[in-house]
């Protein structure tokens, strides 16, 4: 099997620390045609209510990819960009003072990755930027979704009555514009306090399977794999991973850390045993470089990330119907 032409640079040839900064040190290539796999950002915070700064975690994250990520995956031996044609396709040029502008914007941005038949990788950005792209996604039909958070993202309304895109709604939107099938959605880790009583009824009434952190905690990783295999299925499903389903102490800089979660070691096993979905898309959302100096954070993401391409990148190739060797 033959992959891209032009994989990441070499660090023999480019020290880590130097050359322009893009995802995976891979080529610059704004025109997704041709492409398995676009690798973007979306540096969009337009959704946060109350600790802003996740619009600067595309271009950390970017910056962690350089100096911590080497091209072979530790388990499966192989490179996934051996397998697949990816590239950094660059920012969806967002709109900073206009939310609805903004979402368009990313909704046409996705569509045209879309359109050339790329699967998109995407770090945000907050958690609201996941409708646009599903939006353009799941145009033709509903679509799966597997889902690591701290907090479902199914509220009708958080700050006010009468805003309904933010943060902690998309998933509720998305449902409701028939893009999302509940049926086949599961949210991992789900956790901390709530508003109001009812704040998990939607995704329960419109059967999503909602794995709260003690039953995760009671049923261990195998066992939520398994899960999570059953109700995505057989079709399009995406991953969707908010940083903040991971517990507080290995990630402070987000909007809403909350205490009590699980590891990034359990989210490598976790996203590792979704190997075999037939995966259309996936972000790594919410990392807020203001809030984290050090830029821990950022470089969880950026290894979460590289986890995630290796499931895309195997998932395009069973598309193709070719064999691993």
Same mark, same amino acid.
């Given at each position: 099997?033959?992959?891209?032409?032009?994989?990441?640079?070499?660090?023999?040839?480019?020290?880590?620390?130097?050359?322009?900064?893009?995802?995976?040190?891979?080529? +610059?290539?704004?025109?997704?045609?041709?492409?398995?796999?676009?690798?973007?950002?979306?540096?969009?915070?337009?959704?946060?209510?109350?600790?802003?700064?996740?619009? +600067?975690?595309?271009?950390?994250?970017?910056?962690?990819?350089?100096?911590?990520?080497?091209?072979?995956?530790?388990?499966?031996?192989?490179?996934?960009?051996?397998?697949?044609?990816?590239?950094?396709?660059?920012?969806?040029?967002?709109?900073?003072?206009?939310?609805?502008?903004?979402?368009?914007?990313?909704?046409?941005?996705?569509?045209?990755?879309?359109?050339?038949?790329?699967?998109?990788?995407?770090?945000?950005?907050?958690?609201?930027?996941?409708?646009?792209?599903? /939006?353009?996604?799941?145009?033709?039909?509903?679509?799966?979704?597997? +889902?690591?958070?701290?907090?479902?993202?199914?509220?009708? &309304?958080?700050?006010?009555?009468?805003?309904?895109?933010?943060?902690?709604?998309?998933?509720? /939107?998305?449902?409701?514009?028939?893009?999302?099938?509940?049926? /086949? &959605?599961?949210?991992?880790?789900?956790?901390?306090?709530?508003?109001?009583?009812?704040?998990?009824?939607?995704?329960?009434?419109?059967?999503?399977?909602?794995?709260?952190?003690?039953?995760?905690?009671?049923?261990?990783?195998?066992?939520?794999?398994?899960?999570?295999?059953?109700?995505?299925?057989?079709?399009? &499903?995406?991953?969707?991973?908010?940083?903040?389903?991971?517990?507080?102490?290995?990630?402070?800089?987000?909007?809403?850390?909350?205490?009590?979660?699980?590891?990034?070691?359990?989210?490598?096993?976790?996203?590792?045993?979704?190997?075999?979905? +037939?995966?259309?898309?996936?972000?790594?959302?919410?990392?807020?470089?203001?809030?984290?100096?050090?830029?821990?954070?950022?470089?969880?993401?950026?290894?979460?990330?590289?986890?995630?391409?290796?499931?895309?990148?195997?998932?395009?190739?069973?598309?193709?119907?070719? &064999?691993?060797?």
């Amino acid at each position: 099997m033959t992959g891209q032409d032009e994989g990441p640079r070499n660090i023999f040839s480019m020290p880590r620390f130097g050359g322009i900064v893009t995802f995976f040190r891979l080529p +610059h290539r704004p025109d997704p045609a041709g492409l398995d796999v676009a690798v973007c950002g979306v540096p969009f915070d337009g959704g946060i209510t109350n600790r802003t700064g996740a619009r +600067h975690g595309p271009r950390q994250v970017r910056e962690m990819t350089h100096n911590h990520i080497r091209p072979v995956h530790p388990t499966t031996g192989r490179s996934p960009f051996n397998l697949c044609r990816v590239a950094d396709v660059g920012d969806v040029p967002i709109n900073p003072i206009d939310q609805q502008d903004s979402l368009e914007r990313i909704e046409g941005f996705f569509a045209e990755i879309h359109a050339a038949g790329a699967v998109p990788l995407t770090a945000g950005g907050d958690h609201l930027v996941s409708l646009p792209i599903l /939006r353009a996604l799941a145009k033709d039909r509903p679509v799966g979704m597997v +889902h690591f958070d701290a907090h479902t993202d199914t509220y009708d &309304t958080v700050f006010s009555d009468k805003f309904k895109y933010d943060n902690g709604t998309p998933f509720r /939107r998305a449902v409701e514009e028939g893009i999302l099938d509940p049926k /086949r &959605t599961i949210q991992i880790g789900i956790r901390g306090p709530r508003f109001s009583e009812d704040d998990l009824a939607f995704s329960l009434d419109n059967g999503m399977r909602v794995i709260e952190i003690d039953e995760y905690f009671e049923l261990g990783n195998e066992a939520v794999i398994a899960e999570a295999r059953r109700v995505a299925g057989d079709g399009p &499903t995406y991953i969707s991973f908010d940083v903040d389903a991971l517990d507080a102490v290995y990630v402070p800089g987000t909007g809403a850390p909350e205490i009590g979660g699980y590891s990034p070691r359990d989210a490598q096993v976790m996203i590792r045993g979704l190997r075999g979905l +037939h995966v259309i898309g996936a972000d790594m959302v919410e990392v807020a470089p203001p809030l984290d100096p050090l830029g821990g954070t950022a470089r969880v993401a950026a290894n979460l990330m590289f986890e995630l391409l290796d499931v895309i990148a195997e998932s395009v190739v069973a598309r193709r119907g070719l &064999t691993i060797s």
